[in-house]
């Protein structure tokens, strides 16, 4: 049984930063791709962020490019999601999912763990 926690969430002001955290236990973290994900109020669960298990790839979505981090700290088993120029638009559950294989993607389905999500809420 894999468990994800993620941490982090908070109110912020439009151009602040957070960093958000999801620990990981239960599996051999380095063999899991992970990813972020964000569900706003009343729209779809949206992808927003993929690392490899060995962190050497990385994929965003084209409203995250530049703005926000993923990164992965094997030794510590936790993945991060640095967010910078945050804007009101970015007000969502944010969520820290991993799958049974190095290789990260996209698509939610494919995703095999989740945490149970930090809100993260930006004001204009």
């Known amino acids: 049984q894999v468990q994800l926690v993620e941490s982090g969430g908070g109110l912020v002001q439009a151009g602040d930063s957070l960093r958000l955290s999801c620990a990981a236990s239960?599996?051999?973290?380095?063999?899991?791709?992970m990813a972020w994900f964000r569900q706003a109020p009343g729209k779809e669960r949206e992808f927003v962020a993929s690392?490899?298990?060995?962190?050497?790839?990385?994929y965003y979505a084209d409203f995250v490019k530049g703005r926000f981090t993923i990164s992965r700290d094997n030794h510590k088993d936790t993945v991060y999601l640095q967010m910078n120029s945050l804007k009101p638009e970015d007000t969502a559950v944010y969520y820290c999912?991993?799958?049974?294989?190095?290789?990260?993607?996209?698509?939610?389905?494919?995703?095999?763990?989740w945490g149970q999500g930090t809100q993260v809420t930006v004001s204009s």
């Open positions: 239960g599996r051999t973290f380095s063999s899991s791709a």
């Open positions: 999912a991993g799958r049974s294989t190095v290789v990260p993607g996209r698509n939610g389905n494919y995703y095999d763990y």
């Open positions: 690392i490899s298990g060995s962190g050497g790839s990385s």
